[in-house]
């Protein structure tokens, strides 16, 4: 079974999560929105579909991260999340809560074995590429 196909986002603390969106869109061109940015690339195994990669500032404050104490949290993609999880548990891997979907994909959350928190995502890039246009008009009103 395949396990993590890559990575499917960037998430970090920072003081002004607006600021260093703006800092990285001026100086280094990254086409931010209010989430962060998404870079969108091409699938190895088949080149006609796309593929996404979400980079996200969060407030030095938030709590998604935790139980993690970690100033970062990785997001990977992978295939058939139902089954990874059962074998995660197999191995007594801790998961933190319930498989969630949502139209873009499934996801859940797990903690590596030095407590740092792991977002695992079974991607739906189809819906995922409509609701990034989607937030890009938004926050070019």
Request: charged fraction near 30%; charge should be neutral.
């Amino acid at each position: 079974m395949k396990k993590v196909t890559g990575i499917g986002g960037i998430f970090f603390k920072c003081k002004d999560a607006s600021k260093m969106r703006e800092w990285y869109k001026t100086n280094l061109g990254l086409n931010t929105n209010q989430y962060g940015a998404v870079f969108e690339w091409h699938q190895g195994a088949d080149s006609t579909k796309k593929g996404f990669t979400q980079w996200s500032p969060f407030k030095e404050t938030t709590k998604y991260f935790e139980p993690s104490t970690k100033e970062f949290m990785i997001n990977y993609r992978v295939e058939n999340l139902k089954a990874l999880v059962e074998e995660l548990k197999k191995n007594g891997v801790t998961v933190l809560d319930a498989i969630e979907t949502y139209d873009y994909g499934k996801f859940v959350h797990i903690l590596d074995v030095e407590g740092n928190k792991v977002e695992l995502w079974e991607p739906n890039d189809v819906e995922y590429e409509k609701l990034g246009k989607q937030m890009g008009s938004e926050t070019t009103k």
